[in-house]
């Protein structure tokens, strides 16, 4: 299975950004897609952004109006969060994973098969 390791995750206050890396170790040639998702307090977990490996398209969702940004250094085998503008409602624990199926390209939780231990992202008013 593949191993993830994410780093990069503290305290901000709103409007500064962070950058979060989560790297791959393990099976990574079988690698289809990498992605970000959070879970806040009291919610679900929700996806924020992926990246498909065979042709590096890149997927966001809809309610970040363009803070977010991921991105891929494919010779070291890690996925980037680049997080602008943060707000306080972005804080979460965010987690990065991978899937080894096509199907990751859609985006569901399900079709991730391998999981980071999370980082926490706390944004003060």
């Known amino acids: 299975q593949v191993q993830l390791m994410e780093s990069g995750g503290g305290s901000v206050q709103a409007g500064g950004s962070l950058r979060l890396s989560c790297a791959a170790s393990?099976?990574?040639?079988?690698?289809?897609?990498m992605g970000w998702f959070r879970q806040a307090p009291g919610k679900d977990r929700e996806r924020i952004a992926r990246?498909?490996?065979?042709?590096?398209?890149?997927y966001y969702g809809d309610w970040m109006k363009g803070r977010f940004t991921i991105s891929r250094d494919s010779a070291k085998n890690t996925v980037y969060l680049e997080m602008t503008n943060l707000k306080p409602e972005d804080t979460a624990i965010y987690y990065c994973?991978?899937?080894?199926?096509?199907?990751?390209?859609?985006?569901?939780?399900?079709?991730?098969?391998?999981w980071g231990q999370g980082t926490q992202v706390t944004v003060s008013s």
């Open positions: 994973a991978a899937g080894t199926s096509w199907m990751c390209l859609h985006g569901s939780q399900r079709d991730f098969s391998s």
């Open positions: 393990e099976y990574t040639s079988r690698i289809y897609c």
């Open positions: 990246i498909y490996f065979p042709d590096n398209t890149t």
